[in-house]
């Protein structure tokens, strides 16, 4: 999300559409007061003005300077917040388990906001812990639907799974290289507006690249490589981008899936996945992961062979234990057979749509009359002949041993097959 101060859009519409020559004076005013996360949006807008002849080499130098220097505080002091507190619901996605959790907290949320995106605005916050210090925060709040609350949940569930490819990525290059997202959780407040909150990140807030393509010049190798991975990581299904925050603490991603369904209004799907691949070039952490070879595609260079190791990178020990694996369906809700039995993420991953997910549906409950939620593995067989795989007995006879062989690993001791582990073999994503 590209923040954004009163005003100063319009200014910038006036700069970068030619109006007139900005003198160095003018720009270096502006770039002490613009924040960080700011002014890495229109530092980039500034070299293509300068591109173009409406800034000087010495004006776009004065800005670069700006941009390095140490970056203020914005956090507003305590006293601003006097007067605000209140008992909130905070809910949070446990990972592990793929549920939902709530508890009660004490939050001051600032009256005015501090920075707007497209999507949302924000606000600073404070949370009180008994006996300990304020914690200091920021609130996001929708500007559309504001209250919500699946589109908030959806945020969470996304931060959670990004969390969780950052611990596979983390496994194989160390902890020099490692990457975090910070946690998030919404809150409802006894008037029930619904905030989505994230810790507040000081230091130099940079976006190293957006959901459609752009990588910050700086091109630092963690934050692509890291997008490229995720990307490989789940099978080409993922694709984790929107890569921002303060060094490599990341927050606000966006996860792009193959089909562009689910994640939000951000996810556009292979378009998304397509624009990264053809700005990404390639560092030494994608060759040290061994992630197939990228250039930017208008160079015309050859862009995918397997990475050889040259001997030459090392980070370190990781062992083999230690790297975890993609499993599909540990990035999957709880999948039931009804209606409505799945997310637009979980059918997003799975690359079926709702109408297939409810005809797989209606086949299983008819032989789950009880509601179980699981079928006995003899009663498999049952549900090809009602699906009509096919008119030919051989062809979906073959089809069937393809298929158990695939199924063999899900049946549990007592013979038993659960919904969801029959629906990742039945979409081939076993």
């Known amino acids: 999300i590209f923040f954004r101060i009163g005003n100063m859009k319009k200014g910038f519409t006036k700069l970068t559409g030619g109006v007139k020559k900005v003198s160095e004076a003018t720009v270096v005013a502006v770039g002490k007061v613009v924040p960080d996360r700011l002014r890495d949006d229109w530092e980039s807008r500034m070299e293509d003005a300068h591109k173009k002849g409406f800034l000087t080499e010495q004006a776009l130098e004065e800005i670069r300077k700006e941009g390095e220097k140490k970056v203020e505080d914005l956090f507003p002091p305590a006293k601003e917040f006097e007067g605000l507190d209140e008992e ?13 959790e709530t508890g009660k907290c004490t939050v001051a949320i600032a009256k005015e906001q501090f920075a707007e995106g497209g999507m949302r605005v924000a606000h600073f916050m404070l949370v009180k812990n008994p006996g300990k210090e304020p914690e200091r925060w920021v609130a996001k709040r929708q500007k559309e639907d504001p209250d919500d609350e699946t589109v908030y949940d959806a945020d969470v569930i996304m931060q959670a799974a990004c969390q969780a490819i950052a611990k596979a990525f983390n496994a194989r290059v160390g902890p020099a290289d ?14 029930g507006t619904w ?56 927050t606000d991603p966006q996860i792009h899936t193959a089909d562009g369904q689910g994640f939000g209004m951000g996810n556009i799907g292979k378009k998304g996945m397509e624009r990264f691949l053809k700005t990404h070039w390639c560092n030494s952490l ?26 030459t990178h090392h980070r370190g020990s990781v062992s083999a234990s230690d790297q975890v694996e993609f499993k599909l ?5 709880d999948l039931e057979p009804k209606k409505g039995g799945a997310t637009a993420d979980d059918l997003a991953l799975l690359g079926i749509d709702e109408k297939q997910f409810n005809a797989i549906v209606v086949i299983f409950r008819e032989l789950d009359k009880d ?28 089809a069937f041993l393809q298929f158990i062989s695939r199924m063999e690993t899900k049946v549990n001791e007592n013979g038993k097959v659960y919904f969801k582990d029959f629906l990742l073999c039945w979409t081939g994503n076993d």
């Open 88 to 100: 909130v619901t905070k809910r949070w996605y446990d990972w592990d388990n793929k549920s939902w």
């Open 178 to 191: 490692s990457v975090e997202f910070v946690d998030c959780h919404t809150i409802k407040t006894a008037s």
């Open 195 to 250: 905030w989505a909150c994230e810790p507040y990140l000081q230091g130099k807030y940079i976006k190293y690249n957006n959901n459609y393509g752009y990588v910050d010049k700086r091109a630092r190798n963690t934050p692509q490589a890291f997008t490229h991975f995720s990307y490989e990581f789940t099978n080409k299904k993922m694709m984790v981008v929107d890569i921002q925050g303060v060094d490599d603490k990341y």
């Open 286 to 311: 994608c060759m040290y992961l061994g992630l197939e070879f990228c250039t930017p595609k208008i160079l015309g260079v050859k862009r995918h062979h397997k990475h050889k190791d040259s001997g």
């Open 329 to 333: 369906s540990d990035y999957l809700g």
């Open 371 to 398: 509601g179980s939620g699981y079928l006995d593995k003899e009663e498999l067989y049952q549900i090809f002949q009602k699906a009509k795989v096919s008119e030919n007995k051989t062809t979906e006879a073959e």
